[in-house]
């Protein structure tokens, strides 16, 4: 007797559902607010999230069920491949002190995905938030104890002062559950000396730390 092996014809619906999802123009923020954090080519927007997509699985051990809290969520870009992985059955949460940040997600994000939900708070920062109304060490984020399996933040310590950094530790310690993972950003200033020309890298004006 002969079995014949049978192959499985992609189903033209899916497929076509998958580049629907893929493609998601209406996630892609304008240049404009682009250009607010830095980012002026697609390229760059792709490769740190897809860089940090990683990251979050590899030392974030990320899951399709886990239930993650971005700091400083910024206009979603690492949320951007996180909607792969993630899905139904795990969840995101992001928060920023930007507001056209946080209104572009929750007008354009979190309608075609309601697991990914997006708060903005109101906290002063003189480069991102001048006119804000708390200071980062009056802030509870609005999640409570043992809320998420994985916390990180990207790029987002590097913004701010050491108190406000170990106030921002404390309520990641309380929002994360037990045996629960963080993946933080930080820049290593081994080779940077307060008042001397700067490393490669550090040459920019706003990488000026001699303040500190
Ligand atoms: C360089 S951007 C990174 C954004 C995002 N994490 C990403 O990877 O695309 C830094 C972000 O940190 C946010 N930020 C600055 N101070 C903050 C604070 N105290 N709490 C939460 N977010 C803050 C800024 O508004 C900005 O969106």
Request: hydrophobic residues 40%.
């Amino acid at each position: 007797m002969m079995l014949e092996k049978s192959v499985q014809m992609p189903n033209l619906e899916s497929t076509l559902e998958a580049y629907k999802i893929a493609y998601e123009p209406e996630l892609m923020p304008p240049l404009k607010l682009m250009l607010t954090e830095g980012i002026d080519t697609l390229e760059e927007w792709f490769r740190w999230a897809e860089e940090w997509s990683m990251l979050l699985r590899f030392y974030g051990k990320l899951n399709a069920d886990s239930l993650v809290l971005e700091v400083g969520c910024g206009l979603g870009r690492i949320a951007f491949p996180l909607r792969y992985l993630l899905r139904d059955i795990g969840s995101y949460d992001g928060f920023d002190i930007c507001k056209n940040k946080i209104d572009f997600l929750q007008q354009n994000f979190t309608p075609s995905h309601p697991n990914f939900r997006f708060f903005w708070a109101d906290i002063l920062n003189t480069y991102y938030n001048p006119n804000g109304r708390f200071k980062s060490t009056e802030f509870r984020f609005p999640y409570p104890e043992s809320s998420f399996d994985l916390i990180y933040a990207a790029s987002v310590f590097t913004h701010l002062l050491p108190e406000n950094t170990q106030h921002y530790f404390k309520e990641v310690s309380r929002a994360l559950k037990k045996k629960g993972r963080c993946v933080f950003s930080f820049f290593l200033l081994d080779n940077y000396v307060p008042g001397h020309p700067r490393p490669l890298g550090f040459k920019k004006p706003s990488f000026n730390f001699d303040h500190t």
